[in-house]
């Protein structure tokens, strides 16, 4: 038996006559012809059948993303349990030279980066999904493939609060790895920022920690820096002071819209900006404008700092003045995303400006009604607020690669959702124009940011690109130390992956 055989069996657990089983079944040297198979039997072997399918693939698994351009059929699928687990399939993958991807919660959109079809493995980290908080309450550590709704709620019940996602059914991991927008960002900066500590499997299975005193250039990296240093098993959250909340949603007539872009502007120009517990959560859909208000803590009347929009008559009142916990809000957002087989999301920057806002949408919005005609697509245009305190918190908290402007400014973003294969390229087509124009027509004026939000980027778009080529090469330099090997470049089947920038 070779030595590298050898060490490889025994690093993942297995005894010497398994090993000579496998080596029987596909031979030592020659591993590489039936690598998949080898790889899958080897994992089985070490992690057991509950944790790894071989075949036939149980289809509920497999569907687990949430949009169906995603779902394909892995050659196996790994659902470790721990830690542990998770690096004995990362040294079975990197043994066996094959391909993989990592999936927590299933919510990009993107074909290829949480899924993978025959010619690779699928690591499922859905029961890496532990909910703890400290005794002091201080920190909560949260595995992967924990959903938002379930950590916010349980972490409520308990009188604590994080930093994370908005909408209940979507993943821990690919929030926080992609820098992670929530209510309160511009109070406490990304989720990203407000980790304290993050546990990750390196290539070599090495399983560590990343915080501000151990590895702290591979922390920086993760905060915001993707799928590319490791798979992720723990993120220990700092918790935030923040408990009852005050919020309220109304819905608009479309005709509306630029009254409400107008106030909106204002508001993100003034109240937005100095009143840092005021949040506004903007949806324009081709039927209807949703304006959602949250104030981080309870108040009896309708904080002053939403004046901008109180001239504005709503249709109807969604939500009426609430003091409520963030559970209840959670819940609330539920829907959002829901109703269709095939999604996609689109990313752009922009520094405030209300025409530029109400042309980009008029553009937007035209095109929309069209695809819609000929596909049934329903489509979301939504400008969210970022305070400059965002940049500030993230330079407080030890920095990130993110290089988020220092200004008040917005990430714009658009939900799409629609059920044909066959649509696919002319659905898309109108957030990829739209993204377009933001760019013609902010470089134009002078208000483009080229910062493009990596949770809310398309398969075509490079939001690593945009953090700027210091930032790039550092992060570059980070992956060669701690993936020599570069397997998260190479054996990755995709991803917003530094070796594609
Ligand atoms: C309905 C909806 C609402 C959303 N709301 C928000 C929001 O409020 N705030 C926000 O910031 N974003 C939001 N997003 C965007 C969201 O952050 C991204 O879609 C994110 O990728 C989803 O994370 P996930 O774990 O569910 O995804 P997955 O598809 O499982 O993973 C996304 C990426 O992360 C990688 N990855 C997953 N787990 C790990 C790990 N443990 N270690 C290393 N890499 C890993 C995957 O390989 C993949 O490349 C929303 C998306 C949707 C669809």
Not at 130 to 151: C, F, H, N, T
Request: aromatic fraction near 8%; proline fraction near 4%.
């Amino acid at each position: 038996m070779s030595k590298e055989f050898e060490t490889f069996y025994t690093s993942i657990g297995l005894s010497k006559e398994q090993a000579e089983t496998l080596k029987e079944k596909y031979g030592v040297e020659t591993y590489k012809a039936k690598s998949l198979e080898a790889a899958c039997t080897a994992a089985q072997l070490s992690l057991g059948n509950s944790q790894v399918d071989t075949s036939p693939l149980n289809q509920t698994v497999v569907g687990e993303n949430w949009s169906k351009a995603c779902v394909s059929e892995p050659y196996c699928i790994i659902q470790p349990k721990t830690a542990q687990d998770v690096s004995k399939a990362i040294k079975t993958i990197s043994h066996y030279g094959v391909k993989f991807a990592v999936r927590s919660g299933g919510h990009s959109p993107n074909p290829g980066w949480s899924s993978v079809g025959h010619e690779g493995i699928l690591v499922d980290l859905q029961n890496l999904n532990q909910i703890d908080l400290s005794d002091d309450k201080k920190v909560a550590s949260i595995g992967p493939g924990a959903r938002w709704g379930e950590v916010i709620s349980t972490l409520d019940a308990q009188g604590a609060t994080v930093i994370g996602g908005r909408i209940p059914s979507v993943g821990v991991a690919g929030v926080i790895l992609g820098g992670g927008y929530f209510h309160f960002i511009g109070q406490y900066g990304t989720a990203a920022d407000n980790v304290k500590n993050f546990e990750i499997v390196l290539s070599d299975g090495t399983i560590t920690n990343a915080n501000s005193s151990v590895n702290p250039d591979l922390f920086w990296a993760l905060k915001g820096g993707g799928p590319n240093f490791g798979i992720v098993t723990r993120f220990d959250l700092y918790t935030v002071p923040v408990r009852g909340i005050w919020y309220q949603a109304s819905i608009y007539s479309v005709d509306q819209a630029d009254a409400i872009l107008e106030a909106y502007a204002k508001w993100q120009q003034n109240e937005g900006a100095t009143d840092l517990k005021a949040t506004v959560g903007l949806g324009i859909s081709l039927d209807a404008i949703s304006l959602g208000l949250v104030y981080s803590e309870p108040t009896t009347d309708q904080p002053s700092a939403f004046a901008p929009f109180r001239d504005l008559e709503p249709l109807m009142v969604a939500v009426p003045p609430t003091n409520g916990s963030i559970t209840a809000l959670t819940t609330i957002m539920a829907g959002t995303g829901a109703g269709a087989d095939r999604h996609d999301y689109r990313a752009a920057s922009t520094r405030i400006d209300a025409q530029l806002y109400k042309e980009v949408h008029a553009f937007w919005r035209e095109k929309a009604l069209a695809v819609r005609e000929a596909t049934g697509a329903n489509q979301t245009f939504t400008i969210q607020p970022v305070p400059k305190n965002v940049a500030i918190q993230g330079e407080q908290k030890g920095g990130n690669p993110m290089n988020i402007l220092k200004e008040n400014h917005g990430w714009w973003t658009t939900i799409v959702d629609w059920n044909n294969e066959k649509d696919d390229d002319l659905v898309r087509s109108v957030s990829i124009q739209t993204g377009e124009k933001w760019k013609q027509l902010g470089d134009e004026r002078g208000l483009s940011v080229p910062f493009i939000f990596m949770n809310d980027a398309s398969r075509d778009q490079n939001p690593l690109a945009s953090y700027g080529t210091e930032n790039v090469n550092k992060l570059k330099q980070i992956s060669q130390k701690y993936d020599a090997s570069q397997l998260f470049q190479k054996q990755q089947n995709s991803g917003f992956l530094l070796s594609k920038v």
